[in-house]
């Protein structure tokens, strides 16, 4: 794994995909798998952005963990946020995110993710504040490496 | 002439007003000083305690689990290769392998529910 000052910087590195389109798309994105909430046999891409306040989570897979509807007696916070889709309403849920690695070892970690019911289908994205802020990672664009590790 | 500097009225509304404000306006930082703040006044309201732990910092941590993942490209070519046969739909895949497909993907895993395989599974929505 990578070293910082031969002390460890990472403890997982994983193969991201940079498109889920056969190369429609026209700029690259990074995808990471995932999983949520300690449900380590179902894992899905994410995509990292960087300049997103927030963590965005696909309502569809916030059904499936129970996280949209009646009967979530999490702690949850109604707001609305500016979005490329529009002002959407929806909560802000914290949730236990699990970065999957192909080499070292898995991270696990926490964050705020907003739900939206009106939030298409499909994409889930990782945001700074609260996530990516919170671990060490680094890329290897020229492999498609995605290096993380536990913040300090 | 010069005219008289006034001060600004204090912020009257309660901190989780404040927080839900900035929180909205994208200035996490901002919410998060609020928050701690607060916690040095002393504030107890159940709102600002929900806040306050949805801001709070994360703690991040060496998995415990040890099953590594496998190569992503089989499953990412199989999607490559069949989004348009697809597309609208969920999908279960396993190195590279269809195990489920449905526009629901409650139904996507109520089919692997009944037929497990102890592995992990990719969930995948074509668009």
Not at chain 2, 85 to 107: K, P, R, T, Y
């Amino acid at each position: 794994m990578l070293k910082l000052d031969e002390v460890d910087f990472t403890c997982g590195r994983a193969s991201f995909v940079d498109s889920l389109k056969n190369f429609q798309e026209p700029t690259a994105k990074i995808f990471v798998k995932i999983c949520l909430e300690g449900r380590i046999d179902s894992g899905f891409y994410a995509q990292l952005d960087t300049g997103a306040a927030w963590s965005v989570l696909d309502p569809v897979i916030a059904k499936s963990l129970g996280l949209i509807g009646t009967g979530n007696l999490r702690t949850q916070l109604n707001i609305q946020l500016n979005t490329r889709f529009g002002i959407l309403k929806g909560n802000l849920i914290p949730l236990n995110v699990t970065f999957l690695a192909r080499d070292g070892q898995h991270l696990d970690t926490s964050a705020p993710f907003f739900i939206s019911p009106d939030w298409p289908e499909g994409r889930t994205f990782l945001g700074y504040s609260g996530l990516l802020d919170s671990i060490r990672f680094a890329l290897d664009p020229q492999r498609n490496h995605f290096y993380f590790g536990p913040g300090i | 002439m010069a005219q008289v500097l006034r001060k600004p009225d204090p912020d009257t509304r309660s901190y989780a007003e404040r927080i839900h404000d900035l929180v909205e306006n994208d200035y996490v930082g901002a919410a998060r000083k609020l928050v701690a703040e607060a916690v040095e006044q002393g504030e107890k309201d159940a709102e600002f305690l929900k806040w306050q732990k949805v801001l709070a910092p994360a703690v991040s941590k060496v998995s415990r689990n040890k099953e590594l993942d496998s190569d992503p490209m089989s499953d990412v070519n199989w999607i490559r290769e069949h989004r348009a046969e697809f597309c609208g739909q969920w999908v279960a895949l396993l190195e590279g392998e269809l195990l489920a497909s449905s526009q629901s993907l409650d139904e996507v895993m109520s089919q692997l529910e009944r037929n497990p395989v102890g592995r992990r599974v990719l969930f995948h929505y074509i668009d």
